[in-house]
């Protein structure tokens, strides 16, 4: 399995981007998928996550962040929405099969003050 993160930058506070992730074989085809992030000194943790039981946010991304798939591209996407300097991390595709966890290789989101 081969995820590939995309979209990351250097945005304002308050501003807006979208992460894009492509997956090898159908994004459907795994049992989930999501986004994580890591800042720098802590542990990696749930931005949001999709299955065929819904959506899942950790708390600071709810009401800013939103996840969502586009099967016509096979693309997995990440709306951030209102972005903090405390969203700044790197951030990571994630997919799970069959209880194995997979990773991309992260994007950089810098959000300026």
């Known amino acids: 399995v081969q995820l590939q993160a995309s979209g990351g930058g250097l945005v304002q506070a308050g501003g807006s981007l979208r992460l894009s992730c492509s997956a090898s074989?159908?994004?459907?085809?795994?049992?989930?998928m999501g986004w994580y992030r890591q800042i720098p000194g802590k542990q990696r943790e749930l931005v949001a996550s999709?299955?065929?039981?819904?959506?899942d946010y950790g708390d600071f991304a709810k009401g800013r962040f939103a996840i969502s798939r586009e099967k016509a591209k096979n693309l997995l996407y990440l709306q951030m929405n209102s972005l903090k300097p405390e969203d700044t991390a790197v951030y990571f595709c994630?997919?799970?099969?069959?209880?194995?966890?997979?990773w991309g290789q992260g994007t950089q989101v810098t959000v300026s003050s």
């Open positions: 994630h997919a799970r099969t069959v209880r194995i966890d997979y």
């Open positions: 074989g159908s994004i459907f085809s795994y049992d989930s």
């Open positions: 999709i299955s065929i039981s819904g959506t």
